[in-house]
């Protein structure tokens, strides 16, 4: 069955740098979910984003921004880099249409270093 | 605001014994509720949830779990341990599941398993 696809699943970038994080849903999933797991921490939620309009906002620094495009995809835009943006970043996506039970499903991740 | 407590940051167990991981939610309105396993350097993924019905659920690679709504607690169990299920686990609660992307999720902060053999 198709999964979260998140690219790249690695990222080195240097303070200060811009980085560009990108969440593929599973087909047919309208709801995508943003979640930031710091070392040996639990996922903290930043963002959602439901029929590509935003629908909740959680601790998401102002240097990120995010959107949903028409496919379904969903891009997290970070700028201005800081060490302790450093962590892992989940995309999970979810099938939200009313009347059913649902879950999110997670990606594998992408594993952000600022050095 | 929705809260996830769970009480033993690290639990060891020998391979064959049984695993109990607790987890105490605070919620005010009915809670959706999840455990997920993470390997290392891995995703999250997901044992099992409960929404409503019957209190005991099962899950994935022979996990259960019990919703006690007068504790607020729901549990994750195994009666039998394989050392591959050392990792980590998370559970999770989120608002009555409703329309519109509003559903996130607050995690604890996780139990560290580790399987002596």
């Known amino acids: 069955a198709a999964g979260v696809i998140q690219s790249p699943r690695h990222l080195i970038k240097e303070k200060r740098e811009t980085a560009t994080l990108k969440c593929y849903p599973i087909?047919?999933?309208?709801?995508v979910y943003w979640y930031q797991q710091g070392p040996g921490q639990d996922p903290q939620f930043l963002i959602s984003f439901y029929e590509k309009m935003q629908s909740d906002k959680g601790s998401i620094p102002d240097r990120f921004s995010a959107q949903q495009f028409s496919d379904y995809h969903s891009e997290l835009n970070m700028s201005s880099l800081e060490l302790g943006d450093s962590a892992l970043y989940f995309c999970?996506?979810?099938?939200?249409?009313?009347?059913?039970?649902?879950?999110?499903?997670f990606g594998p991740g992408t594993r952000l270093t600022v050095t | 605001a929705q809260s996830v407590t769970q009480p033993d940051i690290h639990i060891t167990v020998s391979e064959g014994a049984s695993l109990e991981l607790r987890c105490n939610y605070s919620?005010?309105?009915?809670?959706?509720l999840f455990w997920y396993v993470q390997s290392p350097g891995q995703g999250l993924q997901l044992l099992l949830k409960y929404f409503s019905g019957d209190t005991l659920v099962q899950g994935i690679k022979g996990f259960e779990a019990e919703f006690k709504r007068s504790q607020s607690s729901f549990n994750l169990r195994k009666p039998s341990v394989h050392w591959s299920d050392a990792a980590e686990y998370f559970c999770?609660?989120?608002?009555?599941?409703?329309?519109?992307?509003?559903?996130?999720?607050?995690f604890g902060t996780g139990t560290q398993l580790k399987v002596e053999l």
């Open positions: 999970a996506s979810s099938h939200e249409t009313s009347g059913r039970e649902y879950e999110q499903y």
């Open positions: 087909p047919r999933h309208d709801t």
């Open positions: 999770a609660v989120g608002a009555y599941p409703f329309t519109g992307g509003g559903n996130k999720l607050t």
């Open positions: 919620y005010g309105a009915t809670p959706y």
